[in-house]
Nanobody
Framework: QVQLVESGGGLVQTGDSLRLSCAASGGTFSDYAMGWFRQAPGKEREFVAGVNWSGPTYYAAFAKGRFTISRDNAKNMVYLQMNNLKPEDTAVYYC?????????????????WGQGTQVTVSS
């Protein structure tokens, strides 16, 4: 059983940056692809970014150029650096893990989830 704990959310202004962190425990980190999803009020959970064990990353179109996902395999950590934040980025951000090579952009196809961290971007 893998446990994921997110941190780093908060209230920021348009154009600001935030760095989200996700601490993983209870499993073999190298067995899992890791990713970030988000869910805004009244909307479905959507894929943001993913990173494989060996390092390749992939992003949703809205995240390319503004968000960067990374992982520290020695520390069992995953990060999401978010720059130039916009009000439409306001959501609860969730860390996800999927056994295997790649995060699935369909939320239900992934294996483990954190509890989420709120990001609010004011205009």
């Amino acid at each position: 059983q893998v446990q994921l704990v997110e941190s780093g959310g908060g209230l920021v202004q348009t154009g600001d940056s935030l760095r989200l962190s996700c601490a993983a425990s209870g499993g073999t980190f190298s067995d899992y692809a890791m990713g970030w999803f988000r869910q805004a009020p009244g909307k479905e959970r959507e894929f943001v970014a993913g990173v494989n064990w060996s390092g390749p990353t992939y992003y949703a179109a809205f995240a390319k150029g503004r968000f960067t996902i990374s992982r520290d395999n020695a520390k069992n950590m995953v990060y999401l650096q978010m720059n130039n934040l916009k009000p439409e980025d306001t959501a609860v951000y969730y860390c996800a893990a999927k056994r295997g090579a790649r995060i699935n952009p369909k939320p239900l196809a992934n294996d483990y989830w954190g509890q989420g961290t709120q990001v609010t971007v004011s205009s």
